[in-house]
């Protein structure tokens, strides 16, 4: 399995995500999709 780390300069609520946080949940449900394993 592929890994990607990926770096963000706050906490992301994967959870409840705001209004800022929404891009970023997209892109870590993308590469989850894609197959690979995601650490934030």
Not at 14 to 27: C, F, G, T, Y
Not at 33 to 39: F, L, N, R
């Amino acid at each position: 399995m592929n890994k990607c780390i990926i770096y963000y300069p706050f906490k992301i609520n994967r959870d409840h995500p705001s209004a800022s946080n929404i891009r970023p949940v997209n892109i870590i449900k993308g590469f989850e999709d894609a197959g690979y394993e995601v650490s934030v």
